[in-house]
C-alpha cells in the first residue's frame, strides 16, 4: 500500500471484449490530476493480463471498467487472478453500466467498490485514495 511521500499508482483496465473506453480514460485523467501515477492497460485485456500488469507495476489499486455487460464474470476473474499470484492485497475497483442488483454481486465477490453512471469525480477520487492510503 502506499508510503509517506509516495504518488498513488492506480492501474486502470478493460477486461473482456469491451472496446468503448472514453469513461475509463476519463477517470485515469482526473486520477492524474489529482496527483496519482495512471497506468491505463488500453482495451480488452484479459483479466490475467490486468492482474500482472498491476503487480508488474506495482500498483497501489486496479479501477475496472466494463460496458459490455459481463461485469459479473470479468471483474471477479480479476481478483482471483491477483490471488494466483499472491497479490490480493491489491484493491479492485468497478465501474461502468452495471445494473444496481449487480453491484452486491461483485461487492461479495471482493470488488472494493463500485461506480454507476452518475458517479461524481470527487467520489470516485476520494474512494481510490481511501482504499490507497
Keep these: 500500500m502506499a508510503q509517506e511521500g509516495k504518488r498513488l499508482r492506480i492501474l486502470i483496465g478493460k477486461p473482456g471484449l469491451d472496446g468503448h473506453d472514453r469513461g475509463a480514460k476519463c477517470i485515469a485523467r482526473a486520477l492524474r490530476d489529482n496527483g496519482f501515477e495512471v497506468v491505463y492497460t ?7 493480463e490486468i492482474a500482472v500488469a498491476a503487480i508488474q507495476e506495482d500498483v497501489d489499486a486496479i479501477g475496472l471498467s466494463s460496458l459490455s455487460g459481463a461485469h459479473l ?40 467498490a463500485v461506480f454507476t453512471p452518475g458517479t461524481s469525480m470527487d467520489e470516485i477520487i476520494s474512494t481510490f485514495r481511501g482504499l490507497c492510503e
Design 42 to 48: 488500453g482495451i480488452r485485456r484479459t483479466p490475467e
Design 73 to 112: 464474470q470479468l471483474f471477479p476473474e480479476v481478483i482471483q487472478s491477483l490471488k494466483k499470484h499472491e497479490a490480493a492485497d491489491i484493491p479492485v475497483i468497478g465501474g461502468g453500466i452495471i445494473p444496481e442488483e449487480d453491484v452486491q454481486v461483485l461487492r461479495d465477490s471482493g470488488v472494493q
